[in-house]
């Protein structure tokens, strides 16, 4: 079992910067590839970035590709969500999600994440 707990979210202007953390629990953090989604008010939830367990292979949405980077600091049980030059559609609660440890490969799909946080706000205004 994997408990994931989110911080750093806040309000921020546009152009500026937020870093995102997700502290998880449990010793098997460092074998499970990690994920960040988001949902919008009235919308889906949506991929954001995904990370494999050693930090080399990651994947991003195209809409924040180039402004956000997504890493992780094993020893620490943490991964991260650096959002920089943001803008007001980026406004969310942001969800850290671990994948099973089977999965050798990040994923862009929620479906196949099995431990979920319970989110942080991020508001960018305009």
């Known amino acids: 079992q994997v408990q994931l707990v989110e911080s750093g979210g806040g309000l921020v202007q546009a152009g500026g910067s937020l870093r995102l953390s997700c502290a998880a629990s449990g010793r098997t953090f460092s074998s499970h590839a990690m994920g960040w989604f988001r949902q919008a008010p009235g919308k889906e939830r949506e991929f954001v970035a995904t990370?494999?367990?050693?930090?080399?292979?990651?994947d991003y949405a195209d809409s924040v590709k180039g402004r956000f980077t997504i890493f992780r600091v094993n020893p620490k049980n943490t991964v991260y969500l650096q959002m920089d030059s943001l803008k007001p559609e980026d406004t969310a609660v942001y969800y850290c999600?671990?994948?099973?440890?089977?999965?050798?490969?990040?994923?862009?799909?929620?479906?196949?994440?099995?431990?979920w946080g319970q989110g942080t706000q991020v508001t960018v205004s305009s």
């Open positions: 990370i494999n367990w050693s930090g080399v292979n990651t």
């Open positions: 999600a671990a994948l099973p440890v089977s999965y050798a490969l990040p994923s862009t799909h929620s479906y196949d994440y099995i431990y």
